[in-house]
């Protein structure tokens, strides 16, 4: 299996194994929904849903692949999806703190871009 395909699985399997811990977590009406697309390299992780009143929605996790590395855009999560990965073997050199300015990243282990 190619690199690409690697790391399209395994952040396919990764967002869906979250999206079944916070929805065994949530509040009634609240959801988590995997919006996964391969053919852009996209991969978001959303809640969304009705708490009482109130309109619950938002971006718990956005990773992208770009020019062959893992680019974290949003993570809300607890531990942080750069653990999982680093733990399923993906190098430091391919992911990237997106959320981070990119005079900040130069200052971590990880990829600047």
């Known amino acids: 299996m190619d690199k690409l395909t690697t790391y ?4 396919k399997e ?3 194994a979250m999206a079944m ?8 009406g609240v959801v988590a929904e995997c919006a996964l697309d391969d053919e852009r390299g996209q991969y978001l992780l959303l809640t969304v849903g009705w708490s009482g009143n109130k309109r ?6 956005y990773v992208r692949l770009r020019e062959g590395k ?6 809300w999560t607890e531990e942080g999806i750069t653990a999982g990965l680093l733990k399923a073997g993906v190098p430091k050199e391919d992911i990237v703190l997106a959320f981070q300015p ?3 990243r ?8």
């Open 21 to 28: 811990l916070i929805n065994r977590q949530s509040a009634p």
């Open 70 to 75: 893992l680019w974290i855009e949003e993570d």
């Open 14 to 16: 990764t967002l869906t």
């Open 106 to 113: 130069r200052l971590t282990e990880f990829a600047v871009a």
């Open 102 to 104: 990119p005079q900040m």
């Open 8 to 11: 399209q699985k395994l952040v």
């Open 56 to 61: 619950v929605r938002g971006t718990t996790l």
